[in-house]
């Protein structure tokens, strides 16, 4: 009989072994971090001009606020670290990855194929383009309106591949294209329109809503462009860095905190109800 029950115990014992080991190993699981936050930071490169997303409130301020700050602030929580920063030109942030400058890219940036190819990106948040005018303008009604006039653009955002691809239709409809002049920031972008140099510029509804709020009365949103696009974060390609990345992100979603930080910032509800993957 003692040599049956030994016999028993042993499996169970063994099974109960496994099942701490296990449940040991899923614990450290939930812990992990990219190796990029080892060290208690976590460097994040953005252009702090895209408000309600990331900017500073006011003159000579040395923090920046945002949606976007608080979902990396939120982010940096979660593995352990302290965000870090770094602000620069809208063109060169991810290229900023490749020098190692940085660890992630957060700056109201699309998630793009192009893009892609060279880096991760998890998308997270759905926004619409539209026309912004002066709300003094009563002609401009759809984008081929500006046929023959100047549209200002943030230089090195898609909006410039936008307005290159209507020009084509412009020209083989045998009309004039538009003349595109850039500007190193948003609030640039905005400027020639509220003083006149350009009749238009294509944002996101986001940027145009917060700078509806900065001018009341001063613009105005004609044309909104039917398909969403999304913005995203970018890293450096890593399968296992970009896998923890998307569990940060959706653990913030599940958690209720982004939802809490949507409605912070004014932000639609359903902004961040998109899908983490990409194809």
Not at 55 to 62: A, I, L, Q, R, S
Not at 163 to 177: R, T, W
Not at 222 to 238: A, F, Q, V
């Amino acid at each position: 009989m003692m040599k049956a029950t030994l016999g028993m115990r042993m499996p169970l014992l063994a099974g109960t072994m496994f099942a701490a080991m296990f449940s040991a190993g899923t614990a450290l699981s939930a812990d992990q971090k990219p190796d990029f936050v080892s060290g208690g930071v976590l460097k994040i490169c953005t252009s702090g001009e895209f408000p309600p997303m990331e900017y500073y409130e006011n003159p000579g301020d040395k923090d920046l606020v945002g949606f976007e700050i608080d979902v990396m602030d939120a982010i940096a929580k979660r593995w352990g670290a302290k965000a870090e920063y770094i602000v620069g030109d809208f063109k060169g942030l991810l290229p900023s990855l490749d020098s190692k400058r940085c660890d992630l890219v957060a700056s109201g940036i699309m998630i793009t194929p192009a893009r892609l190819e060279k880096y991760d990106g998890i998308p997270y948040f759905g926004s619409h383009v539209v026309l912004v005018t002066a709300a003094s303008d009563t002609e401009t009604k759809v984008p081929a309106d500006v046929s023959g006039k100047i549209m200002a653009i943030e230089a090195g955002t898609t909006y410039e591949k936008t307005v290159a691809d209507l020009n084509a239709e412009l020209e083989a409809a045998g009309k004039e294209p538009i003349q595109a002049q850039t500007y190193p920031s948003a609030s640039g972008v905005i400027e020639q329109i509220l003083v006149g140099r350009a009749t238009a510029t294509i944002t996101q509804d986001t940027t145009a809503a917060y700078r509806m709020l900065q001018v009341p009365g001063r613009l105005a949103i004609p044309y909104t462009y039917e398909e969403s696009e999304n913005y995203g974060i970018y890293l450096r390609k890593s399968d296992g860095d970009r896998q923890m990345l998307k569990e940060a992100i959706e653990a913030l979603q599940a958690s209720g905190e982004m939802k809490a930080f949507l409605k912070k910032w004014n932000l639609p509800e359903t902004s961040t109800d998109v899908s983490h993957d990409v194809n």
